[in-house]
């Protein structure tokens, strides 16, 4: 598989300008939390990629569950703000380059499945990675409860009851 370079400067410009498909309920009162959801689930992206610890935490609730691809393999969650930056740093530590690039949003209810675009370059050149991945944020009240990654796109949309 190659690697796609980090998307910066001009070409993650480009990545970060398209537009992106998401898909609301009808209604207006929902549509309009949705709405709230994946703002709040584009700023969680935006804060992984800039490794912004206190923005990331800001947008975690106290109690927040992360379990990222690596971490499920290993039996690791991820727990409350202490684990978001502890994620962060292990991320920084195992990878040169490691970003998401969301592509899609898909809500239902308080869930929003992303599906998007992982590049990623391990350390030492060991891995590259240029994939299509599925995440599945959980919110409560305006912040984030837990995170899952998805290896296999169609999976984050099963687990929001979209597929399947």
């Given at each position: 598989m190659r690697f796609a370079e980090p998307l910066t400067g001009a070409q993650g410009n480009r990545m970060r300008d398209m537009p992106l498909r998401v898909s609301l309920p009808s209604r207006d009162t929902s549509r309009a939390m949705?709405?709230?959801?994946?703002?709040?689930?584009?700023?969680?992206f935006d804060a992984f990629n800039?490794?912004?610890?206190?923005?990331?935490?800001?947008?975690?609730?106290e109690d927040c569950e992360w379990r990222p691809f690596r971490a499920q393999l290993e039996g690791i969650v991820?727990?409350?703000h202490k684990g978001v930056r502890?994620?962060?740093?292990?991320i920084d530590?195992?990878?040169?380059?490691?970003?998401?690039?969301?592509?899609?949003?898909?809500?239902?209810?308080?869930?929003v499945a992303v599906i998007g675009r992982v590049s990623a370059l391990g350390r030492g050149g060991s891995l590259e990675i240029?994939?299509?991945?599925?995440?599945?944020?959980?919110?409560d009240q305006?912040?984030?409860?837990?995170?899952?990654?998805?290896?296999?796109?169609?999976?984050?949309?099963e687990a929001v009851g979209l597929r399947g």
């Open positions: 949705s709405q709230e959801n994946v703002e709040i689930v584009r700023r969680a800039a490794r912004a610890a206190d923005e990331l935490v800001s947008l975690s609730a991820y727990r409350g502890q994620f962060l740093s292990d530590e195992d990878w040169d380059a490691f970003r998401i690039d969301p592509l899609e949003f898909h809500v239902r209810g308080e869930r240029d994939s299509i991945a599925g995440f599945v944020h959980e919110l305006g912040q984030i409860r837990r995170v899952t990654s998805h290896s296999d796109a169609e999976a984050a949309l």
